[in-house]
């Protein structure tokens, strides 16, 4: 691996360690594109994302019929962004909700980890585009550095 590639993958993890929001995008059931907003506080490397949501929400059911999402997050005050495309998976099992679960989320869920209204969505990442005052396609490589690790991390 050259030097500038490990800069350029350092300066997404930096990136994706401060980020506390994200913008999922997917196609709803008339085919339109749609954009959500979501809270970004766990990942495992730079390649899964992890989101809790409400399976209320219509883009949860419409994430597990089609899976093709798009993420991007950005730092507004550098002008910097980071396009992921991958697959969602939808969670809805006590193990995989109880990764993520906070005492403080009681006020979304009030039921607890075993809410009915709690869904884990993970995002797992296939290609990418990154702006930094330049454009650089991303593939799976880029994604899949052992350096990062395998464990789940909070952003702080």
């Known amino acids: 691996m050259n030097k500038d590639m490990d800069d350029l993958k350092d300066e997404l993890w ?23 907003m979501v809270f970004c506080n766990f990942h495992k490397g730079i390649s899964t994302f992890y989101f809790s949501s409400n399976t209320s929400s219509n883009h949860v059911q419409l994430l597990s019929e089609r899976p093709k999402t798009c993420v991007y997050i950005s730092d507004s005050v550098n002008f910097k962004g980071l396009m992921l495309n991958g697959d969602m998976i939808v969670h809805r099992d006590h193990d995989t909700k109880q990764l993520l679960w906070h ?7 009030p039921k607890g980890v075993e809410d009915e209204d709690y869904t884990v969505l993970e995002f797992v990442v296939h290609s990418g585009r990154y702006f930094n005052g330049r454009n650089y396609d991303l593939d799976k490589e880029v994604f899949y550095d052992k350096r990062f690790g395998d464990k789940i991390i909070e952003n702080k």
């Open 14 to 36: 930096n990136l994706i360690q401060r980020t506390h929001f994200a913008h999922i995008s997917y196609i709803d059931d008339e085919d339109r594109p749609q954009t959500k």
């Open 103 to 109: 005492d403080t989320d009681v006020q979304y869920y």
